[in-house]
């Protein structure tokens, strides 16, 4: 062993090592516990292994590894309320406490209604309505501070439904495919209509997607100054990035810069980004998450003899389109034997 | 040796061997070989031992560990042009080519002047005129036919004075930095002026910066589909970041959502990235790279008595505001013992 010095013999004892570990990692039990066997299932493992296998046609090197996750309705509820709807809303009552007069002006005595429980003024609120709230709750303040608000509601907030955080309320078939790509050398993110900067306050702790995977409908910032010199940024309304429709590949080309090998979505807001995602070379992967599981979740959609909602916007052009370009329909009711860690 | 089963053995024998390689590795040497002594070499050092030692009062959880970089003057050589200019330039032939009644009219004339080796006629070309040349050769295409074009250019083009592609023009202290960060958990990103894609089409490459973490000066995109109906992206003549001054850590705000630990300029275009990076609380270090190096390379800038060019923004202005809040200015004539990699 003279031949040897001691940094090879280390090496060789690493390298040894570690081909033990992954012996034995590899005869480990399956990393979707939460899904059942089927399509779906058989789909995302075989695309795990084919993309990540040297010498595989479908390999991926590892600098590649994309992939990209819409949130609302795909890694956690959506319903009845998209989450960040509900925090502007819930905003509304400490913006009324410092400016009174807002009480009986529309549209605040309306989310006041609302927030009373008359369900009814939900409809009587416009988009118009809500990019304004939206606009005063969200931006005109340092993004630390909007982040720490966030932070804080999301800490306490809890879903109608479930009176759980929303944050429990994410998906646990979905966060098993989080993990094991990441696992596997892919970089996940998160590609959200939903305002990036809200999306990132949690982002992190719920999901493990640190805020430079979080792409999102944004704002600009603008650059200025405390009084004592300290430099800051303000949320601006000014709107930099629609993170929806076209916007999400559009979004991914501008925050990523690479194609994504796998996309997962649900609704028609995904469907550019699903396109975009199975139209690259190689080996693609695009999947559609179909709510058709009224006791366990919502069944929205036209899928499987569904009545499409007012709030769900799974099409059935958009399932036709799955169909017909090889997208992955996962059916909540069929393909997931869990679906919150809670159960 | 029989109460261990065998991955445990494994375990221990991963760990003692990594423990071997760690000892060997903290013997080996300096991680900054091409930096002489001095106080910028001992800021870097002593910043990156400090941010990544558990219980140091200025340790930096790996995740937040972030650090920005200017490209044009401070990962390489951005004189007498900037390399993206040149690119612009560079394509005007093949514009005339393709449409001959270009060759009479202005900026288009211009330019063939210029290239024939008329220097003066750079003087002619107003800031409106490279607008028009950049939106004429950079936008318009897809922008997968974008990147294989830059990278074309950027694979056959030489620097005037060195005759050496511009990738090889790249200053081997800072790819020492890159590297000893990269090294000790830190992401680096390259935060530049210059345009998105095309830095993107040889940063990877170029600095081992893959294409997410290139934030530059970016246009929109538009989602569209070819004839047989593939997906995808052409460039837009429309901006979306300017990412020069206060747009430096707006776009550090957009495209990573975190405020580095470190960053790296050498302009009055970076001020802003600067002050907001060592704006933030715990361990910041910014630093400015003055060119005072005629000799190996240029010397512009005001300091240590040098005439402010007008080319170089290096302006007294800027050297004071580093003066005064603790930035640490990099001589290349006395921090750097190599300045290129070929020397």
Known sequence: MKRFGFPVAARVLVFVASMLLVAQASSQTDPLPSWNDGAAKK?????????????????????????????????????????????????????????????KVAPYSTVLELLKGDRAAM?????????????????????????????????????????????????????????????????????????????????????????????????GTTYGYTKDGKPFLTKDPKLLLNN??????????????????????????????LEYTKGGDGARLSMLVLHDDAKREYAYGPAKGLPASKVGTFTQALYDEATKNGWIVISMKDDWKKIFAFE
Chains 1, 2 share one sequence.
């Open 123 to 219: 409809e009587k609120l416009t988009e118009a309505d809500l990019m304004k709230l939206l606009a005063v709750t969200s931006t005109g303040m340092p993004v630390d501070v909007f982040r720490e608000e966030a932070k804080k509601w999301m800490a306490e907030a809890k879903h109608p439904r479930w009176k759980k955080p929303y944050t429990e309320l994410t998906y646990l078939p979905m966060q098993e495919v989080l993990k094991y790509l990441r696992a596997n050398g892919y970089k996940t993110y998160i590609v959200t209509g939903g305002g990036q900067d809200f999306v990132r306050a949690y982002a992190e702790a719920t999901y493990g997607v640190p805020p430079e995977q979080v792409v999102g409908t944004a704002g």
């Open 244 to 273: 929806n429709n076209a916007g999400k590949p559009e979004g991914i080309h501008l925050m990523i810069g690479r194609r994504p090998y796998l996309a997962v979505g649900n609704s028609t807001g995904d469907r550019q980004m």
């Open 43 to 103: 789909a995302i493992v075989e695309f795990v292994q084919s993309t990540t296998t040297q010498g595989n046609p479908k390999f991926v090197p590892a600098e590649e590894r994309v992939a990209t996750f819409d949130q609302d309705g795909t890694l956690w509820v959506e319903h009845p309320i998209y989450t960040q709807i509900m925090y502007v809303l819930e905003r509304v009552p400490a913006l009324v406490k410092a400016k009174p007069e807002l009480a």
